[in-house]
């Protein structure tokens, strides 16, 4: 095996960057993981070290190395989207922390903005409504703190890592989608745009389809590899499913949880979720549409630590409660997104008596990953479409019994994908077809790890949401405000 060539793929995500090694034969052989931490400056505020982030690229690829040798025949990036931050793109070296795509300290800006006509332009050109997610405010605040000096970029951690690793300027246009600086429709930096946020174009490189080759890696254990593919990790997570026309869905779930699918070119978002752009090759953007849910994995993390207990302990937990509890976890912690984006909806538990315990709570938090994914899923049908089945990735769903109270509670098949890093397949994928290593027939035929979830005829899931709906309409209530349902 050591002298055995592979695609590496690095999937740098917002709690670790993995390494993953590809063989020809599209098996696995071998993968590296380096933690990575946050800060919390303020409530509200989530912090990332930049420097921290690409040395963490650079030991994940190294410990790979260190296992099966140095025969990369590409590499392909993919990336956590809408974190950003400013660099010296001559230096290679951060001039900012990163916040994080949870980061919410512009909810001000964007509640100001969103109510005004310039606030309607925004979503109309960039697909995306105001929102503390997306990275434009984040830009126009890491300006006014650390300043706009000549020679500054900005941007994603897309184009900060390929500035990093390669040289130069350019951002990947499904990760560039995720600015609100976008014209989601030309796929070009939008000048209207830019001067609604008050972001010079100069900080900006240029837009580059998602499998452009960017040149050779200049230093570190991958000095001298090429990268072939830049994909944001969601978008990378579906591209790893084989997703390729419109008509399929796909949900990653994680920190946070993003249903994603393909539509056709010029196709409207439904209400309540965003067009986006999932990749673009050739000079074509290929158009979707998503639904970002803010917490899902964090939601389980945070009620095991209250709980002194681990996220695998909890849902075994879970598994105990009876389905009937009458409690629900609404995990708004900074706010709700998709489909209901409202920042200003607060994180509750309702229906509490002296009768619930641990595993009661526990399982309110499980069913609370589902019921906001089934939310996003209803959103995507009223567009239009039939999601009969959804394509599912991501750690929690190594958890079966989670799975089944997915299919359960939304009503929909789902095909679980056995490959636990499947955002860093989908990079390798895609950097192989770039390099000539694979063609698509190729990627159709490797064998894929699926299994296969379908609602229990008996599962209740009606009653359960309408009582998590209620649950929700008081998280998002506001007194003397009127409120959507």
Known sequence: MPDQPYVLAIDQGTSSTKAVAVAEDGTVLATA???????????????????????????????????????????????????????????RKPLSPVLGWQDRRTSGAATRLRGTAAGQRVQELSGMPVDPMFSALKVRWLLDEHGSADGVAAGTLDAFLVSALCGGRTHEAGSASRTQLLDVTTGEWSEELLDIFGVPRAVLGEVADSDAPLGAITEGPLAGCRVDAVLGDSHAAMFGHGVRAPGEVKVTYGTGSSVLGLVPDGAAAPEGLVRTIAWARGGRPVAAVEGNILSTGATL??????????PEDLLALAETAPADHGVDLVPAFA??????????AVGLVSGLDQGVDRAVLARAAAESVALQVGDVLDAVERGGADVAAIHA????????????LQADLAGRRVRRSGVAELSALGAAHLAGLSAGVWTEDDLVEMPRQITEFNPHPSAAGGDRRDRWHAAVRRSRFRPNQENDS
């Open 33 to 91: 993981q380096v933690p990575l931490g946050q800060t919390h400056p303020a409530p509200g505020q989530v912090e990332q070290d930049a420097s921290e982030i690409l040395a963490s690229v650079h030991r994940a690829a190294e410990i790979v190395q260190q296992e099966i040798g140095s025969r990369v025949l590409t590499t392909g990036l993919s990336v956590q989207r809408e974190s950003a931050l400013l660099w010296d793109p001559s230096a």
């Open 301 to 310: 993390v945070w009620l095991a630590r209250l709980l002194a207990t681990t």
């Open 335 to 344: 706010g709700l997104a998709a489909p209901w984006w409202d920042a200003e």
């Open 393 to 404: 990735d991501g750690g929690p769903t190594r958890n079966a019994w989670l799975m089944q």
